[in-house]
């Protein structure tokens, strides 16, 4: 190669070089200017959100009364429709970096697009009596809020008030059944139910709080260790570990099975010996009948979901079988008993029938 070729490739080289770097330097100052305009931005909007009130954010129509709670990310208050005063109101909002040490600004980020799939999955079970209604939402306002009726309190706060009776755990059995039916046949799965998202509205008992609902298999939802899905002792194994692929009906069962025993024996499975899984204590159920569970709680917190039933119908058919039976306990004890039949069994076979036509 002659000295020619060789010196005419190096200037090239450098041409390139000197070309590329340039460049570069646009491009940085382009990048370092945008950066800048954005957190100029940031700072602006996280002004807003921190000094404004909730009743600011909330707008004119709503009247906030006091704060009824606050979770890691969230507080609720107590407010008043001022243009339908007829029902009592309840109003979420996300917490900001500000009022919450814990929550940082990655984080915040990431509760508010968990609060926006919340309402979001809210609004396709407004047809539900099962769930809790939406009253109003604002997905995309700078804090995200949404409103919603307010209940007349918690099974939690039933629970803790004294062991229920048979019929009460019936009534709970059926409409939480029906509720997690709603949202299965939409593909949402609940993922944090227990006794404290289940509210009672009149007659009714009603799912709420979809804070960690996931829409069928969305591997784009990530776990982390601060907002573990659920409250652990109610939490599904694969939704404890967010194998996504296993994530389905079986894991609110679980939950579901978890809450049931609770309500038979006034304690959450976790807090007793293996050997007294349902251990009988004094109230008013009696051990005979709180047997006739045993075998549907075991195989409804089974560590693997495929051992579990895949669906509510498949749920009920057998929920259904151990209610009949203490039926036919008390029938044949009524007279040495004061003992009532159990009422609304056969609302079990709406959720069967429901699941045949899914």
């Not at 509510?312 to 004061?338: C, D, P």
């Amino acid at each position: 190669m002659s000295i020619e070729i060789v010196i005419a490739l190096s200037a090239l080289a450098i041409a390139l070089i000197t070309v590329s770097s340039l460049f570069f330097i646009l491009w940085r100052r382009q990048s370092v200017s945008t950066s800048l305009s954005q957190r100029v931005n940031l700072e602006r909007d996280a002004k807003y959100v921190v000094t404004s009130k909730p009743e600011d954010i909330l707008g004119p129509r709503y009247k906030i009364g006091y704060e009824l709670g606050r979770g890691m990310n969230a507080v609720t208050y107590c407010v008043e429709d001022t243009q339908d005063k007829s029902q009592p109101l309840v109003a979420k909002m996300l917490l900001t970096p500000e009022e919450e040490p814990r929550i940082t600004a990655t984080s915040f980020i990431r509760h508010s697009n968990r609060f926006r799939r919340e309402m979001k999955h809210l609004e396709e079970l407004h047809d539900s009596q099962y769930v809790v209604r939406l009253h109003k939402s604002q997905p995309y306002a700078l804090r995200p809020f949404f409103v919603m009726e307010r209940c007349d309190g918690s099974l939690a706060d039933r629970i803790s008030s004294g062991l229920l009776d048979m019929q009460e755990i019936l009534d709970v059995m059926v409409d939480v059944l029906l509720g997690l039916q709603d949202c299965h046949k939409r593909k949402i799965f609940h993922r944090d139910l227990k006794p404290a998202n289940i509210l009672k509205r009149g007659d009714k008992w009603v799912l709420a709080d979809f804070g960690m609902s996931l829409l069928g298999n969305d591997a784009t939802v990530v776990s982390v260790p601060e907002s573990l899905p659920g409250t652990i002792p109610y939490t599904a194994p694969e939704v404890m570990y967010f194998d996504s692929a296993q994530i389905g009906p079986p894991a609110d069962l679980f939950s579901l099975g978890v809450t049931l025993k609770e309500m038979l024996t006034g304690q959450n499975i976790w807090h007793e010996q293996p050997s007294n899984l349902l251990q009988y204590r004094a109230g008013k159920i009696r051990k005979e009948e709180v047997s006739h569970f045993n075998a549907i709680v075991d195989l409804m917190i089974s560590l693997r979901p495929e051992d579990r039933q895949q669906n509510v119908g498949e749920t009920a058919k057998l929920i259904k079988a151990a209610f009949m039976e203490v039926n036919q306990t008390r029938l044949s004890e009524a007279k040495k008993r004061s003992y009532s039949e159990l009422k609304g069994i056969d609302r079990l076979d709406r959720v069967v029938s429901n699941s045949a036509i899914q």
